[in-house]
């Protein structure tokens, strides 16, 4: 089992910035892609960014140069730093995680944060 625990959301007037943490625990041998998506109410979750353990990243269009997403490959942990955030950020942000859990054979895993609430108003 892996385990995913977000943290670092809240509410943020328009402009500002958060940053979110997700740390991964369990049974982990490598993490091959780690990252963030979100659902807005009334919508479908979508991908906000990800970024592979050799540090490739993938943002969605609307985030592209306000958003920046990192991790920590010793730590098992990924971060977005989302600045100039606007109310259409608004969103429940879930941490995503897919890769190998320890023991042979290796088996895969792929999982999913709780979810951290954002709130973007004045």
């Known amino acids: 089992q892996v385990q995913l625990v977000e943290s670092g959301g809240g509410l943020v007037q328009p402009g500002g910035s958060l940053r979110l943490s997700c740390a991964a625990s369990?049974?982990?041998?490598?993490?091959?892609?780690m990252g963030w998506y979100r659902q807005a109410p009334g919508k479908q979750r979508e991908l906000v960014a990800q970024?592979?353990?050799?540090?490739?990243?993938n943002y969605e269009d609307s985030v592209k140069g306000r958003f920046t997403v990192s991790r920590d490959n010793a730590k098992n942990t990924v971060y977005l730093q989302m600045n100039s955030l606007k109310p259409e950020d608004t969103a429940v942000y879930y941490c995503h995680a897919v890769g190998l859990m320890s023991g042979w054979p290796h088996q895969g895993f792929d999982s999913w944060g709780r979810g951290t609430q954002v709130t973007v108003s004045s």
């Open positions: 970024i592979s353990s050799g540090g490739s990243t």
């Open positions: 369990g049974n982990i041998f490598r993490i091959n892609v």
